[in-house]
């Protein structure tokens, strides 16, 4: 992943004008992260203050294709409800460039 970062709110200082992808869990209170054994998936476990819990695994996939490791350029992002029922907000906000402009449109077939 060498190029343009689409959710570059990190490398920005928290600026409120960058990309961003979280997800925000109503009434939080705790969170707890961690790899899951020796892989590159990374949990992160949200709790609310009424015992609801969402887990999110984060992840760049990888597998064997015509022999050989293939690498596809995608982050993926699972959200699952763990306990009771929480409720969430998913916000996605991409930008281009290194943020100097909002991206480009195009039409699908």
Do not use: M
Request: glycine share 8%.
């Amino acid at each position: 992943f060498g190029g343009d970062p689409v959710f570059n709110c990190l490398v920005n200082n928290n600026s409120d004008k960058t990309g961003f992808y979280d997800v925000v869990l109503e009434d939080f209170h705790q969170s707890e992260q961690l790899y899951e054994g020796a892989s590159t998936v990374l949990i992160t476990k949200l709790g609310t203050s009424k015992d609801d819990v969402v887990e999110i695994r984060d992840f760049a996939p990888r597998f064997i294709h015509y022999d050989r490791i293939f690498r596809p350029f995608q982050l993926i992002r699972l959200v699952r409800r763990l306990k009771g029922d929480p409720r969430i907000s998913i916000r996605i906000r991409p930008t281009f460039q290194y943020n100097s402009t909002d991206g480009y449109q195009t039409r699908g077939s």
